[in-house]
Nanobody, 117 residues
Framework: VQLQASGGGLVQPGGSLRLSCTAS????????MAWYRQGPGKQRELVAT???????SYADSVKGRFRISRDNAKLTLYLQMSSLKPEDTAVYYC????????????WGQGTQVTVSS
């Protein structure tokens, strides 16, 4: 399965973006999916997760600003980001987290989000 993230770009602080991640196949509709990000000089971190039944969770740093959603028919994961801050600058990836802390699929290329005036 390949994961293709898109929708990134340059946005001013306070702006919004919607990211998409489409899977090439697999068991997308029955697994938990998540967005991750890796900022410059930082380790990759978990941003938001959504279970097969739509239950969501968020990192404290994005709670109230980001919203994760999914369209199982389209095999697509979304991340609506608003009130963006410079510290949100990162490459954003999607994947499926495993119970042991690992990830289910090989990392895709990700999509760059830059928040700057």
């Amino acid at each position: 399965v390949q994961l293709q993230a898109s929708g990134g770009g340059l946005v001013q602080p306070g702006g919004s973006l919607r990211l998409s991640c489409t899977a090439s196949g697999g068991i997308f509709s029955i697994i938990t999916m998540a967005w991750y990000r890796q900022g410059p000089g930082k380790q990759r971190e978990l941003v938001a997760t959504i279970t097969r039944d739509g239950t969501t969770s968020y990192a404290d740093s994005v709670k109230g600003r980001f919203r994760i959603s999914r369209d199982n028919a389209k095999l697509t994961l979304y991340l609506q980001m608003s009130s963006l801050k410079p510290e949100d600058t990162a490459v954003y990836y999607c994947n499926s987290p495993l119970p042991d802390g690992g990830i289910r699929y090989t990392w895709g290329q990700g999509t760059q989000v830059t928040v700057s005036s």
